[in-house]
């Protein structure tokens, strides 16, 4: 059974990576353009997370899973019930990182919480012909998020700060209106990367194209104005898809960037 949670902590911040999946294996050239691709291209384990933050006296949840149990789950073993979230910052709207937020009763699955969402993403959201071509199976829980969240989710612009010490970034590409976001520590951020990096390669390269991107001219874009402000200090850089847990910092050289894996044992206690 894979790990489910991995706790960690960076200049006073601490928090747990949640596993909302079991990883799959991929090959990096499923996400690379034709030119890049190589015959020996590595397979990797692609994973699936949220992320909680116990940030300024609040509790934070980064994106929310594929379903309404397996992230209340994590959180429950470690000490924290659905009801104690003070804020579900989203990064964008796909199912795995938006479907936890709804339960099978239709209730709200952190019902006292915060939802912050991009403006630009959720005005794309709300066009009919956004929800036109979400797929079949999926459409009725997008149409019930946006029904439920209209008059409940707030809306952030770039550079807004959401709480004390937590910025809304964003990161547009990946999707529309897609966002990271900055958690001041007491000295270097710790940043939500959501979908901007599906593997190290994209943030060694940030030119270099995610064929999954929606927009990937934007996409790139938004990672070379990313990837320097990550490498100017020791950010610790949280992703949702690189191996898990997907923590790391970026190193600048002569060469370009270097992806560092983060390595310390995480604490036990927040």
Known sequence: MQQQTYRFEHHGVAGAVIRILDDE???LNEFLTPERQSDDAEDYEFAYTAAYINHSGKHVLVD???DPDTVPGALESLGIEPEEIDLVLLTHAD?????GLLRQDGGLTYPNAEHV???MLWENLRKPETLALVPEERAPFFKRFVST??????CCEDGEVVSEGVRFVLNHGHRVGHAVYEFSTAETPIVHTGD???HPVFAEHPDWVNRTDSLPEEAVESRRQ???QLAAVRTLIMSSHIPF???GYLRKSNAGYHWETFRPMPKEEF
């Open 149 to 154: 969240f209209e008059d409940k989710i707030r």
């Open 226 to 228: 990313l990837v320097p």
């Open 64 to 66: 929310a899973g594929f």
């Open 117 to 119: 969402i991009g403006k």
């Open 245 to 247: 847990p997907g923590l």
């Open 25 to 27: 294996t991929l090959s």
């Open 95 to 99: 199912s795995d990182h938006i479907a």
């Open 196 to 198: 901007a990096f599906f």
